[in-house]
Nanobody, 127 residues
């Protein structure tokens, strides 16, 4: 059974940093697209970042415009773990953050593309 568990969320002040982790169990995902989405209260779930396999050893990162230059997505295949380093956090980054897995590298920004989801971790940024 596949399970994704996020961690690392919390309450921080504006301008500070957090690193989220998502550890997978049940299978390995080195060939899959891994992504982070977030959902703020009263809003739809939105794409944050994706890490896509381009070749056997090459991955490519994509980011939403709102986090480009502040967030960095990465993975450690040996640990079956996905990360999201979030710097220069803003109050508008406040949301529940979810990791997700897809076997497709297309339409990486659409939540419908993803098969497996974690339970989410809360990130709250105070002003």
């Amino acid at each position: 059974q596949v399970q994704l568990v996020e961690s690392g969320g919390g309450l921080v002040q504006s301008g500070n940093s957090l690193r989220l982790s998502c550890t997978a169990s049940g299978r390995t995902f080195r060939r899959h697209t891994l992504a982070w989405f977030r959902q703020a209260p009263g809003k739809e779930r939105e794409f944050v970042a994706a890490h896509r396999r381009i070749t056997e050893r090459t991955y490519y990162a994509n980011y939403a415009d709102s986090v480009q230059g502040r967030f960095t997505i990465s993975r450690d295949n040996a640990k079956n773990t996905l990360y999201l380093q979030m710097n220069s956090l803003k109050p508008e980054d406040t949301a529940v953050y979810y990791c997700a897995v897809s076997d497709s590298s297309s339409n990486y920004y659409r939540s419908e593309t993803y098969t497996y989801w974690g339970q989410g971790t809360q990130v709250t940024v105070s002003s």
